[in-house]
């Protein structure tokens, strides 16, 4: 029998669909229920590509014993993080402050006030490791509401009005400088692994957005020590498990601090900020290793995770099923020397063995290997021939494996960083029908998520879009995609877009002293209003908005939103020196302020050359128009007053109210963007 959820949208949702729980989708009617019951709400978030969350659904929540007790003392509800950030993100803060730690499956328990009391992550079946089972965990809490419920009221009360007491300082109004950029940089120089790349020990995360930092610091300040960080990491996430050697694209993280053997999930988020990041370390360095990285992490996400809609899929589960019909964690990319044996034969197997790092022993379980480049053959030896030929025979033979499965929804914010970086990539390697698969993306977002409001939807599925509203990431990432788009294509449609979209974000999301939330001012009302500054996997909302408030400043000359951008800015000032590892994206926008930005205006062609070279231009954050005649001029306010000199395309850059002579020379605005 189908509980609630059948009727949702959400894959994470409808996967539990069938459990014997009866859950309730987050609601008022679920809290009501819980209210007219007199039982507390347990509150179960997770996501649909998290192994960990399957596990726990299959132990406990499709185990009849554990439902029936569920039922008979609490509400049951179920939320799906990456529709529901804000729920998330406002218990995990709970989670974290109670625990010192967090992740998924998160396991909370509420009044019917929604007021929290009493939390934890996984739990198993049975007591081991120290942590009780699921169900001594539910029979303690039952307890404590039946026996001491003015305890539990106390300690809930307690906990919200902790939340609710904890303030973001800024450390003063002034906005990041030279100083604290040069000390984020010292300190991600103290921090940084010199054998392995990356940052922190197992298990390890791509760094995307302290990479961008990097790069655009080196662009800015010539620092050598920032580009050699940037390549170093890249180069050895390339080299690594984490990045697929067969298909392209990389999995979520590495689950030891070498690369070597990852958790196996890939999400669009990754996809999309490493693409742009490697073709970004290509526009800085001319690497061969970067170009192929950005193109076929590109191409990884319009094959596997492009929808019918022309939008792109949130995710691929970390499992699937073996050739013994079990489901497990990493059967679609593992390989055995007798698999190579099978698919290569003999000779064509050894080599396939010492070149990706396949052993007898294995680097994963039973046997089994994470394929990574154990060796690289130099460009054009006979080597690299045989090694193009034994992946490409590998990729044939892994198709026919079972796939792992796709969670089809779309998320706004994770497409518009996938819109930014197929648009970039394809401008930089003449590659049209990536830009074209960004387009339909941000077309798709219009129809969809913005409606006729301008109003962002969260998430759609299969063309629908979905109930949950925008929050500030998907207002920032959004703008970020579809001010790429307008650089790259020349349509003025997608400037005036992102600007529908910053106006709500001053409207709706911009509080006291520059401060952003990151839910809008008539959203639902949780326990507390989020707000962090510090990315996670993504850019925070806080400073992507901040990144596109300011590019769209520039396109544009608004004083409203360069003001905001700046009040924006002010919290990395706080927090860039003392946690630049979780401020990427904030010091990188902040490069881009203390650059300028530059303002491209190419009178010409787009796509032309003059076009293409203010592309690739490395100044931090430079904005491009691009177009000829009066309609382009009437799009892009750069373009106005922007005569051909000569009658020849030509090219005008402007920073902090300063304009170059005007130049019809490639090689000249190329050296005046740091190209």
């Known amino acids: 029998m189908a509980n609630r959820l059948a009727q949702t949208t959400s894959p994470y949702l409808l996967q539990h669909a069938g459990n014997p729980v009866d859950w309730w989708p987050w609601s008022p009617e679920a809290f009501e229920e819980a209210r007219r019951r007199g039982v507390p709400v347990l509150l179960s978030v997770g996501y649909a590509s998290c192994h960990w969350c399957h596990v726990m659904a299959h132990e406990s929540f499709e185990d009849a014993a554990v439902a029936d007790y569920l039922n008979a003392h609490f509400v049951p509800v179920k939320v799906d993080r990456e529709e529901r950030p804000d729920v998330d993100a406002v218990y995990m803060e709970a989670v974290q402050a109670a625990t010192g730690q967090g992740g998924w499956p998160m396991t909370v328990f509420l009044t019917a006030d929604a007021e929290p009391f009493y939390f934890g992550t996984y ?105 050699e960080m940037a390549a170093g990491t890249c180069a050895a996430m390339a080299r690594g498990g984490i990045y697929d050697q067969l298909g392209g694209g990389f999995a979520r993280y590495s689950v030891d601090r070498e690369w070597v053997v990852p958790h196996f999930e890939k999400m669009l988020y990754d996809n999309a900020l490493l693409c742009r990041v490697y073709a970004h370390l290509w526009r800085a360095t001319g690497s061969d290793l970067a170009r192929r990285v950005a193109l076929e992490t590109a191409d990884f996400m319009v094959r596997e995770l492009r929808t019918a809609e022309g939008g792109f899929a949130s995710a691929l589960d970390a499992d699937s099923e073996d050739a013994r019909g079990r489901h497990v ?57 045989r090694a193009a030929d034994v992946r490409a025979r590998l990729f044939a033979a892994r198709e026919r494996r079972a796939r792992p499965e796709r969670d089809d929804k779309i998320v706004a914010a994770w497409n518009g960083l996938a819109i930014a970086a197929l648009a970039e990539t394809g401008a930089y390697f003449d590659r049209p029908d990536l830009v074209e698969r960004a387009t339909e993306a941000a077309d798709l977002l219009v129809r969809v998520h913005m409606g006729d409001t301008a109003r962002l939807c969260r998430t759609s599925k299969d063309g629908r879009a979905g109930d949950n509203s925008g929050v500030l990431e998907d207002y920032g990432d959004v703008a970020e995609g579809f001010l790429a788009l307008a650089s790259v294509t020349g349509e003025g449609a997608w400037l005036e877009f992102a600007g529908f979209l910053l106006d709500i974000v001053l409207e709706r999301f911009t509080g006291a002293n520059g401060q952003l939330y990151d839910t809008a001012d008539d959203a639902e009302q949780l326990i507390r209003r989020p707000q962090d500054p510090t990315d996670s996997a993504t850019p925070a909302g806080w400073t992507a908005a901040a990144g596109a408030l300011l590019s769209y400043a520039a396109h544009t000359g608004s004083e409203a939103h360069r003001t905001a951008a700046e009040g924006a800015l002010a919290i990395v000032g706080a927090l860039g020196p003392k946690a630049p590892r979780f401020t990427g994206w904030g010091l990188a926008v902040a490069e881009a302020l203390l650059d300028g930005p530059r303002e491209v205006a190419v009178a010409g062609p787009v ?35 922007r005569p051909l000199v000569g009658g020849e395309p030509t090219a005008y850059v402007c920073r902090r109210f300063v304009c170059d002579a005007p130049t019809t020379d490639a090689a000249d605005l190329a050296v005046r963007l740091g190209g």
């Open 329 to 385: 964690e990493g059967a679609f990319y593992v390989w055995t020397p007798a698999q190579l044996r099978e698919v290569l034969g003999e000779e064509d197997a050894d080599f396939a063995a010492g070149y990706f790092g396949v052993t007898e022993e294995g680097t994963f379980e039973e046997g089994s290997s994470v394929l990574r480049l154990a060796r690289t053959p130099g460009e054009g030896d006979a080597d690299a021939a």
């Open 123 to 227: 739990f198993p079946p049975e007591p081991r490791h120290g942590m009780p089972s699921f169900l001594q965990v539910l029979e303690g809490v039952v307890a404590a509401w039946t026996d001491r419920r003015e305890e539990v009221a106390e300690v809930a009360g307690r906990i919200v009005r902790d939340l609710a007491g904890r303030s973001l300082a800024h450390g003063g109004a002034g906005l990041p400088g030279e100083p604290e950029l040069a000390q984020a940089l010292l300190r991600l120089t103290r921090e940084y692994d010199e054998r392995h790349g990356g940052y922190g020990g197992a298990p390890k995360f791509p760094p995307s957005m302290v990479i961008e930092f990097l790069l655009r610091h080196h662009a800015r300040t010539g620092a050598d020590g920032a580009l």
């Open 607 to 641: 796509a032309g050359e003059l076009h293409r070279t203010a592309l690739l231009g490395r100044a931090p954050g430079a904005v491009v128009a691009a177009g000829e005649g009066p309609e382009a001029a009437a799009e892009f306010p750069l373009l106005a007053h």
